[in-house]
């Protein structure tokens, strides 16, 4: 009788539960199997935190004070250098987060207790916090993160360096 419907055009409720019933497990099989295949592109590389753990975070401000504070501040550009082609934070060295490792680190930080300020493009870019990661792993304990990163520095009518 439900072939009958189901020709005809017209489904019952309990085929219409059965084929419900049975597509989603086949769904979410098939949606792990495309999953385990290909990355998911849509989402961010990196989950940007309110806080990384033993390192201050501080606002656009408070690197101008620190700046003005200690004058031994190692000030780390984590971005691209396609990024940077549109502005730096004056004195500050570039060294992308895929550059970033113990060796480089070495080469631009004089000591594991210099104060050593990272930032990138802002609040959705986690550059940074990539790069402050490694640096805390390599040891590196004097650190500041400037979360707010270049958006911010360069929305609060703060000077930049763009090279010419």
Same mark, same amino acid.
């Given at each position: 009788?439900?072939? $009958?419907?189901? %020709? &005809?055009?017209?489904?019952?409720? /309990?085929?219409?539960?059965?084929?419900?019933?049975?597509?989603?497990?086949?769904?979410? $099989?098939?949606? %792990? &199997?495309?999953?385990?295949?290909? /990355?998911?592109l849509t989402l961010s590389k990196i989950i940007v935190p309110e806080h990384i753990a033993g390192v201050t975070t501080v606002t656009a401000e408070e690197v101008v004070e620190l700046a003005n504070s200690k004058p031994d501040l190692v000030i780390i550009d984590a971005r691209i250098t396609a990024d940077r082609k549109h502005g730096y934070l004056e004195d500050s060295l570039s060294l992308p987060d895929i550059?970033?490792?113990?060796?480089?680190?070495?080469?631009?930080?004089?000591?594991?207790?210099?104060?050593?300020?990272?930032?990138?493009?802002?609040?959705?870019?986690?550059?940074?916090?990539?790069?402050?990661?490694?640096?805390?792993?390599?040891?590196y304990n004097n650190m500041y993160w400037f979360k707010g990163g270049f958006e911010e520095w360069k929305n609060k009518g703060f000077q930049y360096t763009m090279d010419r």
């Open positions: 009788m439900q072939q $009958l419907l189901i %020709q &005809a055009g017209k489904v019952s409720r /309990p085929s219409l539960f059965r084929v419900r019933f049975l597509a989603l497990p086949v769904a979410l $099989l098939f949606s %792990q &199997a495309l999953a385990a295949a290909a /990355p998911d550059k970033t490792n113990c060796p480089e680190l070495g080469k631009i930080i004089p000591g594991k207790n210099t104060p050593t300020l990272f930032y990138c493009n802002g609040i959705k870019c986690g550059r940074s916090v990539i790069s402050v990661k490694i640096a805390k792993s390599c040891g």
